[in-house]
């Protein structure tokens, strides 16, 4: 699951140049360092847990109260993803509907109907 959170956060910084500055929210910015911090935090709590369930013999209540413990340090950067991660979804809104550079030419104007007069400059 982290590695497409961590996916989707890549993207939304990279899409954050790309955001039209009429479009640009000034809070996206610490949002998305929030969410980082928290995946960052989330590996490192998920590390200490495999370093500590190696210790303990599954099934025990050390076994459980452990767990409790490390779910419970968790929640709390679940949370800013709950809180801030729909930022990721507004940058990217931001730049599907920035004008483009590359989106189509105007379309050709038909050219004016001629009243069978002559348009040429007369003397």
């Known amino acids: 699951m982290r590695d497409g959170a961590r996916f989707l956060l890549e993207s939304a910084e990279n899409q ?21 911090n928290a995946l960052d935090r989330l590996d490192a709590l998920e590390e200490e847990w495999h370093a500590t369930q190696d210790g303990l013999p599954r099934g025990t209540e050390a076994f459980e109260t452990a767990l409790a413990e490390h779910h419970a340090e968790c929640w709390s950067y679940l949370d800013d993803w709950a809180t801030h991660g729909h930022a990721i979804g507004e940058i990217n809104t931001a730049v599907k509907r920035a004008p483009s550079s590359r989106s189509r030419p105007p379309a050709a104007r038909p050219a004016p109907a001629t009243t069978g007069r002559s348009t040429m400059a007369r003397r």
């Not at 954050?16 to 980082?36: E, F, K, M, N, S």
Request: charged fraction near 20%; aromatic fraction near 4%.
């Open 16 to 36: 954050l140049p790309l955001v039209p500055a009429d479009r640009a929210q000034t809070r996206w910015i610490h949002q998305l360092g929030t969410l980082r």
